[in-house]
Antibody, heavy 119, light 108 residues
Framework: QVHLVESGGGVVQPGGSLRLSCAAS????????MHWVRQAPGKGLEWLAV????????YYADSVQGRFSISRDNSENTLFLQMTSLRADDTAVYYC????????????WGQGTLVTVSS | SYVLTQPPSVSVAPGKTATITCGGA??????VHWYQQKPGQAPVLVIY???DRPSGIPDRFSGFNSENTATLTISRVEAGDEADYYC???????????FGSGTKVTVL
């Protein structure tokens, strides 16, 4: 059964860093594009980043370009999002998701992990 | 950047049909995907590649895409369909994925 579990969220001060993890099971992250998407409280979905199946092609949203970095550990079958220079408006639930039909659709999604940027 | 425009809300009576639009420049040339998100839950794919349904999604959900508007239609609406719905495309010119602003469907 395909399953994604995010972890690593928490409270961080403005200007700080945090690394999110997304553990995948039931499939290999080396065979699929993998995404990070976030949702600020009461707001819509915002796409952040993708790492395609080749392991080298990465794309980012303008809002996080240069601050966030997506990567994966093939041996652990885990996706990461390294976040730096965090700001209050980065406060959100962060989801990882598997891609199909690259470039295509996201299915399934993890349950999300909450990141709060506050002093 | 590529923008997808959705109506903020749609209200529909049980048993009737809900139509959710997703507007974008020449969106008919792109592949559109739709997600359902209920409160406190992660999004779930309901339509991919304009009009295909994943397994487990009722055939009451259908999609269409042409020219500058993509549409998600929910027929015979049920109380359990009450949720936020988002469209999504791949914007090849900017190498970015884009979500619509979302539409809240309320079942009266």
């Amino acid at each position: 059964q395909v399953h994604l579990v995010e972890s690593g969220g928490g409270v961080v001060q403005p200007g700080g860093s945090l690394r999110l993890s997304c553990a995948a099971s039931g499939f290999s992250v080396t065979n699929h594009g993998m995404h990070w998407v976030r949702q600020a409280p009461g707001k819509g979905l915002e796409w952040l980043a993708v790492l395609w199946y080749d392991g080298t092609t990465k794309y980012y949203a303008d809002s996080v370009q240069g601050r966030f970095s997506i990567s994966r550990d093939n041996s652990e079958n885990t996706l990461f999002l390294q976040m730096t220079s965090l700001r209050a408006d980065d406060t959100a639930v962060y989801y990882c998701a598997r891609e199909r039909g690259t470039p295509g659709w996201l299915d399934p999604w993890g349950q999300g992990t909450l990141v709060t940027v506050s002093s | 950047s590529y923008v997808l425009t959705q109506p903020p809300s749609v209200s529909v009576a049980p048993g009737k049909t809900a139509t959710i639009t997703c507007g974008g420049a020449n969106i008919g040339s792109k592949s559109v995907h739709w997600y359902q998100q209920k409160p406190g839950q992660a999004p779930v794919l309901v339509i991919y590649s304009d009009s295909d349904r994943p397994s487990g999604i009722p055939d009451r959900f259908s999609g269409f895409n042409s020219e500058n508007t993509a549409t998600l239609t929910i027929s015979r609406v049920e109380a359990g369909d009450e949720a936020d719905y988002y469209c999504q495309v791949w914007a090849s010119r900017t190498d970015q994925y884009v979500f619509g602003s979302g539409t809240k469907v309320t079942v009266l």
